[in-house]
């Protein structure tokens, strides 16, 4: 009896020690959920996961990811089952088609029942696609939220109805297939050296949004998305010899799963959008059907970086002119190395990034813009590995050769303003002594020059956000006060309305 008790005396405080060691091996869901978003955030910026503690304890991430990983199986379980309770309307009609031996009413029914379905998927397919937050607004003040299942709302003449986010593909998807189409369609549309206004404002405000959403500044990017989408139709205005390789970079980068991780319903509702406005033009029809092939893509980024080096091997032709070749080639290499660094290689994107420089300096010049935008590029992947020393220096040459430069004219321009915005960024994340006074004296220039440059829009907004942020984080609430006066925002809170994608019919 004695040694039973002194083996369950031990026992219990042994328990008792694991108790009071606790490093976070047992989570609550909802720490779990909290954590798993701190740690998406880490991939995002591509942190060292070890970093992420709880606590004060290193946290297990192959146990939140385990939770996660069997939450989403669960979830996908439940949508299976809910789509094979659902009556298959084959059978039905097979059955209907069966019976309409009985009698000409039946099969009057069974017509009328098929043209109905064929109406409400018309009726579906050009109504207005609107991705919005939980519970926001819409443009016309109805309020709109997002399924529980995922599903994307498309709100139609006879109602909202919910379907899902990517459409299931007829055939799997083939990259080969996509590859040709990319190749036939630049290939033998004839080259133009200018990129048409039009593109690249669209592209420039989706990129924009998509940024926002990624620092989770929604109330920023909806704004933004609902003016590059309403103002889509520019590019059916424009010359599809101009529009080809161009719109195509911008397609396989932008849009490119690694960049819209976070935020998949964007690429899925834009790509279908895109394909669906664009098929409107004859001679758009090539780029229609590349959209809707890259919507069934499953979310591989392969897809994209092979559709990218497609390009660059197609703007190194040797029937491509001169001017040609160098504009198309380091835009193709700069959209390479993003995707790269967006997907983690970041070896990958330094080699690419130190081979372009290097070409750069020898066809452009070392204090040519072409040489810096390829710099800025190296910058990002520094901070990415954390190398913020490497970076700053670096940034800090971008921003002293934008300076002398007499192409850029008013010295900083917007890309010196990213610049600056970059160096606040660099001190931030490093972390040593001085560096918050550093870093806000940064902001405070990138702010001050981007409102003389573009006024209130969301970029400086952006920038305003993040430097209130830290000053009230110091204590400094009379100076973040006095952003909000100096830097007013222009309307009130445009951006809980949601995202309305604009369809042809309004």
Not at 343 to 361: F, G, P, Q, R, Y
């Amino acid at each position: 009896m004695a040694r039973q008790a002194d083996n369950t005396a031990s026992k219990r405080m042994y328990m008792g020690k694991v108790k009071a060691w606790d490093i976070c091996k047992h989570y609550k869901a909802a720490e779990k959920e909290q954590l798993s978003t701190v740690i998406e955030d880490a991939k995002r910026r591509n942190l060292p996961l070890d970093r992420v503690t709880f606590r004060g304890q290193p946290v297990h991430v192959d146990r939140i990811e385990k939770y996660l990983k069997k939450k989403r199986r669960l979830l996908a379980e439940d949508k299976r089952s809910q789509l094979q309770c659902e009556p298959d309307l084959s059978l039905q009609s097979q059955q209907q088609s069966s019976e309409s031996a009985s009698g000409p009413d039946t099969d009057t029914m069974g017509t009328s029942s098929r043209s109905r379905t064929c109406q409400s998927l018309s009726t579906t397919s050009n109504s207005n696609a609107s991705i919005s937050p939980p519970q926001s607004r819409s443009a016309s003040g109805a309020t709109m939220s997002l399924p529980e299942d995922g599903g994307t709302l498309f709100a139609g003449r006879s109602g909202v109805q919910t379907v899902p986010y990517s459409l299931p593909p007829v055939t799997p998807f083939d990259a080969e297939l996509l590859l040709k189409q990319i190749r036939a369609y630049a290939t033998h549309t004839p080259h133009g050296l200018g990129e048409p206004p039009s593109c690249i404002r669209f592209w420039s405000s989706i990129r924009s949004a998509i940024y926002f959403l990624k620092v989770g500044s929604p109330h920023l990017a909806w704004p933004v998305l609902n003016a590059a989408c309403a103002n889509a139709s520019d590019l059916l205005l424009a010359d599809a010899r101009t529009l080809s390789v161009p719109f195509l970079r911008s397609l396989l980068s932008t849009l490119a799963p690694a960049n819209t991780r976070f935020h998949p319903e964007v690429r899925a509702v834009l790509l279908r959008y895109l394909s669906r406005r664009l098929a409107t033009d004859p001679s758009m029809q090539p780029l229609s059907v590349i959209c809707g092939h890259l919507a069934h893509d499953d979310s591989h980024h392969e897809a994209s970086q092979r559709g990218l080096n497609l390009l660059l091997d197609l703007a190194q032709s040797p029937t491509r002119p001169v001017a040609y070749c160098a504009h198309q080639t380091l835009a193709t290499h700069l959209a390479l190395i993003s995707l790269y660094r967006r997907v983690a290689d970041l070896s990958a994107a330094e080699t690419a990034a130190k081979l372009l420089i290097a070409h750069c300096d020898f066809a452009f010049g070392p204090s040519s813009l072409e040489t810096c935008d390829a710099k800025v590029e190296l910058v990002y992947i520094y901070t990415s590995q954390e190398r913020y020393d490497e970076g700053l220096t670096l940034c800090q040459e971008v921003l002293d050769t934008r300076a002398q430069s007499p192409e850029v004219g008013e010295f900083p321009d917007k890309k010196a303003c990213y610049a600056m915005e970059n160096m606040a960024e660099m001190y931030h994340f490093r972390g040593q002594e001085g560096d918050v006074d550093m870093c806000i004296g940064w902001l405070k220039r990138a702010l001050e020059r981007t409102w003389r440059l573009r006024g209130s829009v969301p970029t400086t907004i952006h920038i305003r956000d993040k430097l209130w942020g830290m000053l009230v984080t110091l204590g400094r609430v009379l100076e973040a006060e006095d952003l909000e006066v100096r830097y007013p925002a222009a309307g009130s809170a445009a951006g809980d309305e949601g995202w309305v994608v604009v369809g042809e019919d309004s």
